[in-house]
Nanobody
Framework: QVQLVESGGGLVQAGGSLRLSCAAS????????VGWFRQAGKQREWVARI??????TYADSVKGRFTISRDNAKNTVYLQMNFLKPEDTAVYYC???????WGKGTLVTVSS
């Protein structure tokens, strides 16, 4: 199965930006899309999704601040996060919707 590896997390001040990367060991293509999720407590929540044709959707909490994109040649999906807020603090994961496996995630911490 294709493995996904997240990177790019770190500590940033409120109002700052980070770009997360999700690199696939094989093809990043998935008929049901690739998504970013985050988990701050017990619940893992969906953040953004991109389909193979480039169509994107976002959770209301990040709409207008986060942008999901892809580089098919690099088998990588990105999450550009701007105007970060303390409530964006979480471990961020990427996932292909057609497969059950998760990566290890990357920690994003936003200080106030």
């Amino acid at each position: 199965q294709v493995q996904l590896v997240e990177s790019g997390g770190g500590l940033v001040q409120a109002g700052g930006s980070l770009r997360l990367s999700c690199a696939a060991s094989g093809s990043i293509f998935d008929a049901n899309g690739v998504g970013w999720f985050r988990q701050a407590g017990k619940q893992r929540e969906w953040v953004a999704r991109i389909l193979d044709d480039g169509t994107t959707t976002y959770a209301d909490s990040v709409k207008g601040r986060f942008t999901i994109s892809r580089d098919n040649a690099k088998n990588t999906v990105y999450l550009q996060m701007n105007f970060l807020k303390p409530e964006d603090t979480a471990v961020y994961y990427c996932k292909k919707f057609s497969y059950p496996n998760w990566g290890k995630g990357t920690l994003v911490t936003v200080s106030s």
